[in-house]
């Protein structure tokens, strides 16, 4: 009975609609191409290092930061120069950029010169890329797709990328037992390939870029974007729970596969069996996120997402064998609200923000995001050293519990729907008056 009905959900939800347009069906099929292709990458990279250059954990770990150290170096300068420019012209330079990167690898272990240096480099520069091509994707939706369809458009999208995180690192060993480590990076650099071609076929038209004379200096830029994010009502709740969310998320994350394996005592195989639920739980997220905001309300679904779903992760601490594994199906509900609350929360920011400022907003959330991510790694560490990884676990789900109190304390509380479009001035003094569109009261 139950699969019937997600298959009936995905039948009205996935089949039509926006698929039915092409232009967002090239950006889908690009999109979901490549983050297949991404979550091969993201196992295939350290089996490099181990297999073929016998690097140690601490390499290991060396990789991961420089994928996410670009987002607290470059991340607001980016988000200023996205505004700048043409926004396909710049997906489409970071594709091909990341299809050369990744194709390098694969080449140079072949010819027996590569080395952990070129890996480093290589992880650092297609972060970059990441950072400009997620900037400006972020402003490029909104152009592509008409404002009352962005629940949906984000709703598929992030339904793609769940489903990579579940069947991408399968794929990653698939690879790697027939053709190599190596040859991943090589079927990643080929979904790049796709990307650009999609890209390339839009017809869409670019959102406005402003005029020259329109421009302040690039540091002016990257600090109203930052403050125009920090001093909203709406935005700066969301962007305070998101940082401390992700360094919860990912201090747990970066202990789950030791605490399954070393505490709990489950094989690799069942371990890795139940860090894919979490992706499961995540294309069941974004399946039901447009229907949560037609019943609740944006702002409510957005609140009960949040506040609803997080509390589960303190089932995954209590996890244990036998029955007990059922526990850390915790952690796929809360996916389902993690999910769902980003899709609702991704399509009103994009409707919200002046399109002028799209780029800067889009990376200053990013950046102050992304960045907590490589600290709650660390913590995790200090604390499953200190207090044993069970203990660490608590800690950090109570902590990620928390976040919700950043949503009941703001004027999400208060409202049944979030605002359509920005109604005041995104210059220096930053005030919100929403005109016709006032949020209902609740």
Same mark, same amino acid.
């Given at each position: 009975m139950l699969t019937r009905r997600v298959r009936e959900l995905? @039948? $009205?939800?996935w089949q039509g609609g926006l698929f039915r347009r092409r232009d967002f069906r090239l950006l889908w099929v690009g999109e979901t191409t490549s983050e297949f292709g991404s979550a091969v990458t993201w196992v295939a990279l350290p089996l490099i290092a181990v297999q073929s250059l016998h690097a140690g954990p601490f390499e290991v770990a060396l990789l991961t930061a420089a994928a996410w150290l670009p987002w607290l170096v470059i991340g607001l300068v980016a988000g200023a120069w996205v505004d700048r420019l043409p926004k396909r012209p710049v997906m489409l330079l970071c594709d091909v950029v990341s299809m050369l990167l990744l194709a390098s690898v694969p080449v140079a272990d072949w010819c027996g010169v590569l080395t952990f240096w070129q890996l480093l480099a290589v992880a650092s520069l297609a972060g970059v890329s990441t950072v400009f091509f997620t900037t400006a994707y972020q402003a490029y939706l909104p152009a592509l797709v008409e404002g009352e369809d962005l629940v949906e458009a984000n709703a598929k999208l992030q339904g793609s990328r769940s489903a990579a995180q579940i069947g991408g690192p399968g794929i990653a060993g698939g690879i790697a037992a027939l053709a190599g480590v190596a040859s991943g990076l090589l079927a990643d650099a080929v979904t790049f390939a796709v990307s650009a071609l999609c890209l390339r076929?839009? #017809?869409s038209r670019e959102p406005e870029v402003r005029a020259a004379a329109e421009r302040r200096g690039l540091r002016r830029e990257v600090l109203d974007g930052l403050r125009f994010l920090l001093t909203d009502p709406y935005l700066r709740p969301a962007a305070l729970a998101a940082a401390v969310g992700n360094l919860c998320l990912t201090g747990m994350d970066s202990l789950l596969v030791y605490f399954l394996v070393k505490t709990v005592g489950l094989g690799s195989g069942v371990a890795g069996a139940l860090m894919g639920s979490v992706g499961v739980g995540g294309v069941l997220g974004a399946l039901c996120a447009r229907r949560l905001a037609d019943r609740l309300g944006t702002a409510r679904a957005v609140l009960c997402c949040y506040v609803v779903g997080l509390p589960f992760m303190l089932l995954v601490p209590l996890t244990r064998s036998g029955v007990g594994l059922v526990l850390f199906a915790g952690y796929a509900v809360t996916s389902v609200g993690v999910v769902a609350g980003n899709v609702i929360y991704d399509g009103f920011v994009q409707r919200y923000t002046p399109? %002028?400022?799209?780029g800067r907003i889009a990376a200053s959330g990013s950046t102050i995001a992304y960045s907590?991510?490589? !600290?709650g790694a660390v913590l995790a560490g200090?604390?499953?050293? &200190? *207090? #044993? !990884? $069970? !203990?660490?676990l608590w800690i950090m789900s @109570? @902590? &990620? !519990? *928390?976040? #919700?109190g950043f949503l009941l304390c703001s004027p999400y509380r208060r409202l049944r729907d979030l605002p359509t479009s920005y109604g005041g001035s995104p210059g $220096? %003094?930053?005030r919100l008056e929403p005109a016709s569109n006032t949020p209902q009261q609740a």
């Open positions: 995905f @039948a $009205r939800r076929s839009i #017809g399109p %002028e400022m799209m907590c991510m490589p !600290v200090a604390l499953a050293s &200190l *207090a #044993g !990884v $069970r !203990v660490a @109570a @902590a &990620l !519990v *928390a976040t #919700g $220096r %003094e930053h």
